[in-house]
């Protein structure tokens, strides 16, 4: 009699034990597929927006952005190096990791219908992941109205001829201007610390005039891939 209630109890704790495997499983599928669902909604809503310049403009760059941008550089500003770059160099650690995976699992002949759809749904999932992390922080200012919109200015058709004359008169400012600088103080501009310096200055000097320029706290620091990104033609961001 005992044997047999300790096989019952026994069997029931099996039981038990196996529902909460099911239960674990069951809501780690519904957290997976929540995210999912989330990361779609979050895309579709930014891409949505990015449609409408003014809404941007008046809610997102002058309104929910200020908050994340102060709450980005009170977290990180102190730090000397940019965490982005971080951040985009660990996207491309896994993509150069993937992709030798994927290789090395080709001469292994491993590659399989399954292990296809896998690869697949984790690139599709890590591209919504970047694409809703990127424009949701910051890149929806590129759908804003612009500094015509808020300086008021009126955007007028031009023709090749006016760049020419535009340019022409910025170079002859430009040679006037050089010549009253020595070669010693044009090369502290090649100085990283003083270009710093001297765009605060000019920062709280136009905010004066501009106060949608002025911010705080303030964070000026170098990319870890200024040489990288003046090679390839982005030079900030």
Known sequence: MEVK???????????????????QRLFGRIMKAWSWILLIIAAILIKFASTQPIWVEENYSN?????????QRSIFGWIPFS????????LVFIILFKTGQFIKYIFKKKVNRQYLLSGLKQLLFLFLFVYVFFYGLWGLNYSRKGISYQL?????????????????????????????????????FNKKRILFEKATESYLY???????????????KPSLFSYLGNYFGFQGY
């Open 152 to 188: 008021t200015l009126e955007v007028k058709k031009y023709s090749t001829a006016d760049i020419d004359t535009v340019a022409g008169i910025i170079q002859q400012r430009l040679n006037f201007y050089a010549a009253n600088i020595d070669l010693k103080q044009r090369d502290s």
């Open 63 to 71: 309104g929910l952005y200020p908050v994340i941008s102060k709450i």
């Open 83 to 90: 965490i982005g770059d971080l951040f985009y160099a660990f």
């Open 206 to 220: 136009a905010d004066n005039i501009y106060p949608f320029l002025s911010y705080d706290p303030q964070s000026i």
């Open 5 to 23: 209630q300790y096989l019952q109890k026994k069997g029931n704790k099996i039981i038990t034990q196996k529902r909460g495997m099911k239960v």
